[in-house]
């Protein structure tokens, strides 16, 4: 398996863009996490899906942040408008109860808002 | 709320010596531990995990860690350490919903 699948690597885009951020979890896989990770404030898990559901988004920092898992393949988190303090490290992962709860990482997004 | 401290920011050793880092926890129940580490530009792996039974686990590359509930920790240990650990690492609980809370991370830094 190839892993967690996330796209693009990197980012740069103009404050006020629309930003989408892509996810592949790894197949068979029913639990799916995005995290942001900044200097200031580490590691934050931002929202949780199970069987592409929705289940905890109380760490999406604002309105202008939004998720979603369309299937069981594939997810994304988008940003409208983008501002310069969403600039971070995004990470996905996935895992299922037959991993025993690891969560396996992607290699993350850098996105850059200027 | 469950929360993670890692209280070492940055530590250094030499290649060779031992190694030993610093996680305390604050769960209500019994807690699912995790240590992952980042070497940069990249995601996180995961080194060792902790659910139940033995309270010393072993991971890989070397890395154990030992849970002492008594003391709300769950600190990562390597006896000999290698320039290749340098990296960022990072302890984790989750409760049964498998959402994990991250501490602050420790930088590892290791001196030739």
């Known amino acids: 398996d190839a892993g967690v699948i996330q796209s693009p690597r990197h980012e740069v885009t103009e404050m006020g863009q629309e930003v989408t951020l892509r996810c592949k979890p790894i197949s068979g896989h029913n639990s799916l996490f995005w995290y942001r990770q900044t200097m200031m404030r580490g590691l934050e898990l931002l929202i949780y899906f199970n069987n592409n559901v929705p289940i905890d988004d109380s760490g999406m920092p604002e309105d202008r942040f939004s998720a979603k898992m369309p299937n069981a393949s594939f997810s994304t988190l988008k940003i409208q408008p983008s501002e310069p303090r969403d600039s971070a490290v995004y990470f996905c992962a996935s895992s299922s109860p037959s991993t025993n709860t690891e969560a396996f990482f992607g290699q993350g997004t850098r996105l850059t808002v200027v | ?112």
């Open chain 2, 1 to 112: 709320a469950q929360s993670v401290t890692q209280p070492d920011i940055h530590i250094t050793v030499s290649e060779g010596a031992s190694l030993e880092l610093r996680c305390n926890y604050s769960y209500g129940a019994t807690p699912y531990l995790f240590w992952y580490v980042q070497s940069p530009g990249q995601g996180l792996q995961l080194l060792l995990k902790y659910f139940s039974g033995d309270t010393l686990v072993q991971g890989i590359k070397g890395f154990e860690a030992e849970f002492k509930r008594s003391q709300s920790s769950f600190n990562l240990r390597k006896p000999s350490v290698h320039w290749s650990d340098a990296a960022e690492y990072f302890c984790a609980v989750a409760d049964s919903s498998y959402k994990l809370i991250f501490g602050s991370g420790t930088r590892l830094l290791v001196r030739p």
